[in-house]
């Protein structure tokens, strides 16, 4: 974790360079992070909508008021979707070296990891099939939030799941479903194949600590999705 935990930049310079370099790194390395387009596009269209509004105010004589209150507004989006992406998709990310960590936060790391508690919370998961037997999971801390996130202090989401053939019964409880899934992402695809196509897909989640697994969380009841 960084050391100062409100690593983003305070003045407009600052942002303005900084959100540059990071998502220039992002760009060069979302491949071997594994972070995918549809999570760094809001940033980057909110550094393009940014940058214009940036060099507008920069001229202090021409600019207007309303030129100031539209890049307040925009700078305001920006931090709070950067500050969000960071977390969903850099914070945790085990694939990120603690040097390229360093290098996007722009502050030292600690390697050790910080002692957590045992977590009490169960997350909110929603299921999505998908075509050819793939199952979308979207899982978030509140269950009325409008984007996915993961509990600060878990380092995955863990999902237990069984396929249902037509007719039978749905498993009673997570240790009934033999299959085991975990990610380090709040969204995140399960793929059971097209041959298991009209069937149920029971799955039992909670939030885990993968270095102290008696920590992690407790089970979610069983989440249901048929399989298209």
Not at 50 to 65: A, E, G, H, V
Not at 119 to 125: A, F, G, K, N, R
Not at 219 to 228: D, L, M, N, R
Request: overall charge positive; aromatic content about 8%.
């Amino acid at each position: 974790m960084p050391r100062n935990k409100d690593w983003l930049p305070k003045q407009n310079d600052d942002i303005y360079n900084k959100a540059k370099s990071y998502l220039e790194l992002i760009a060069a390395n979302k491949v071997a992070w594994d972070i995918p387009d549809i999570a760094i596009t809001p940033l980057t269209d909110l550094q393009a909508e940014f940058n214009p509004l940036y060099d507008k105010i920069q001229d202090k004589r021409r600019r207007t008021s309303a030129d100031v209150t539209d890049f307040r507004d925009c700078k305001k989006r920006l931090l709070k979707e950067w500050r969000a992406f960071h977390k969903e998709n850099v914070r945790g990310n085990r694939k990120i070296s603690p040097g390229d960590l360093s290098i996007l936060v722009g502050k030292e790391y600690d390697t050790e990891p910080t002692p957590r508690a045992k977590i009490e919370l169960t997350p909110y998961v929603n299921l999505k099939p998908i075509a050819s037997g793939v199952i979308e999971v979207r899982s978030q801390t509140e269950k009325d939030a409008t984007r996915v996130s993961m509990l600060a202090i878990a380092d995955g989401i863990e999902c237990r799941y069984t396929i249902v053939p037509k007719g039978e019964m749905p498993p009673s409880s997570y240790e009934d479903a033999k299959s085991t899934v975990v990610s380090r992402k709040a969204r995140f695809t399960i793929t059971v194949g097209d041959k298991n196509s009209g069937d149920s897909f029971y799955g039992f989640f909670r939030w885990v600590n993968t270095s102290r697994p008696d920590n992690s969380g407790p089970w979610t009841k069983a989440i249901h999705a048929v399989i298209a």
